[in-house]
């Protein structure tokens, strides 16, 4: 389960970052609102997958899964 629970925080994050383009210098309410909120969702799956998981596991996958998935767009 705490797999499941990584695979959603780094889901979310990607989802994000991806949403970076359209806050466009936190001008644009809307994007903002939800960039924020996908993040927060980000750090609420990572906080339930860090009871099992420790950090040593979990912190390689945080930079680099996003960075591997966001280098194609």
């Known amino acids: 389960m705490h797999w499941v629970l990584l695979a959603l ?3 979310a994050e990607v989802v994000a970052t991806s949403a970076l383009k359209a806050v466009e210098g936190v001008t644009r ?3 903002s609102a939800f960039v924020t909120l996908v993040y927060f969702v980000s750090f609420y799956f990572l906080s339930f997958a860090l009871y099992t998981l420790p950090v040593v596991i979990a912190y390689p996958f945080l930079p ?3 960075l591997f998935l966001l280098s194609p767009i």
């Open 9 to 11: 925080a780094l889901g």
């Open 29 to 31: 309410l809307a994007p």
């Open 64 to 66: 680099f899964v996003p």
